[in-house]
């Protein structure tokens, strides 16, 4: 809950309000753009309140999705609707409870005939927990990488999932029995996994119905640059092997990239090829200490 006295100094007056526990990981702002925004600490504000019942309901998206639950409403303790789950698009859906422990990490609900996989975890919530067993419960857990690993036994206790992880990271989630390896396969109908090592040695990349793409901390929509982008200070392995992964990327087709961290988008699957045929290659060239400091288009 958001403590009203540790309010932002810069909100704006209104029922809604931001307080000072921000970690300034960004997810209230990727779901209440123009309405949350940040100070030149990064950490986040109310810059406006809500207009319309679109950004009402934007707000309330953000305040269940904030990892630190920094956000508020003087007036009402909860929406009218639960804002989660999310439809994205076709049979998959956003579940927001971004985890402290994973640094506000997205998670992801597929829904798939065989039976349906969380991509990352959420922190655990009855309620939330409630409302995914509604769209069928959980058949599998697939971790994009150590990062986001915390919190996931209570999801694998809750629906009796299996769960699975790069198998040079399986020490940093006990709980995931099954480990993917190198290659690159379609372990399930649909769902194509592939190794992307540079983030980590062990990030994976999951594609599904070849339109769907979830892509951990190694591929995000870079808002102030409008493209997809990578995030060269958070490079713990290799940036020359994050290159080569954007190369593996771009043999695929996607439509929608769903990142760990950042930004989604719906690029369409011509914008996603012309993208990533060339940023492995416009990686190398620029390099990763000037990454960064490039001006923005």
């Given at each position: 809950m958001a403590k009203q006295d540790q309010s932002?100094?810069?909100?704006?007056?209104?029922?809604?309000?931001?307080?000072?526990?921000?970690?300034?990981?960004?997810?209230a702002r990727h779901w209440a753009p123009g309405l949350i925004r940040p100070d030149d600490g990064a950490?986040?504000?109310?810059?406006?309140?809500?207009t319309s019942a679109?950004?009402?309901?934007?707000?309330?998206?953000?305040?269940?999705?904030?990892?630190?639950?920094?956000?508020?409403?003087?007036?009402?303790?909860r929406p009218a609707a639960?804002?989660?789950?999310?439809?994205?698009?076709?049979?998959?859906?956003?579940?927001?409870?971004?985890?402290?422990?994973?640094?506000?990490?997205?998670a992801w609900l597929v829904q798939r005939p065989e039976g349906n996989l969380l991509i990352d975890v959420p922190r655990f919530s009855g309620s939330l927990a409630a409302a995914v067993e509604d769209l069928g419960g959980v058949a599998r857990v697939l971790l994009t990488h150590q990062d986001h690993v915390a919190g996931g036994?209570?999801?694998?206790?809750?629906?009796?999932?299996?769960?699975?992880?790069?198998?040079?990271?399986a020490s940093t989630a006990a709980y995931a029995k099954n480990h993917f390896g190198d290659a690159r396969e379609q372990l399930w109908p649909g769902v194509t996994v592939l190794h992307i090592p540079g983030h980590t040695r062990g990030s994976m990349a999951f594609q599904m119905d070849e339109r769907v793409l979830f892509t951990g901390d190694s591929l995000r929509w870079n808002v102030r640059r409008a493209t997809l982008d990578v995030f060269p200070r958070q490079t713990w392995?290799?940036?020359?092997?994050l290159a080569d992964s954007m190369d593996a990327l771009a043999q695929l087709r996607a439509e929608w990239v769903l990142p760990g961290h950042g930004m989604w988008a719906r690029v369409g699957f011509e914008?996603?090829?012309?993208q990533m045929g060339s940023l492995g290659a416009d990686m190398r060239r620029v390099g990763q200490s000037a990454w960064s400091r490039r001006p923005a288009p």
């Open positions: 932002h100094p810069a909100n704006v007056d209104g029922p809604w309000f931001v307080d000072t526990r921000c970690i300034a990981c960004d997810v950490y986040s504000f109310l810059a406006r309140q809500p679109a950004e009402e309901s934007a707000l309330w998206r953000a305040a269940h999705a904030c990892p630190t639950q920094s956000i508020g409403n003087r007036a009402a303790r639960p804002p989660f789950p999310y439809a994205m698009t076709d049979g998959v859906w956003a579940l927001g409870h971004n985890a402290r422990e994973t640094f506000g990490a997205h036994e209570a999801w694998v206790e809750r629906f009796g999932a299996e769960a699975w992880i790069h198998e040079s990271e392995q290799s940036w020359s092997v914008e996603y090829a012309r």
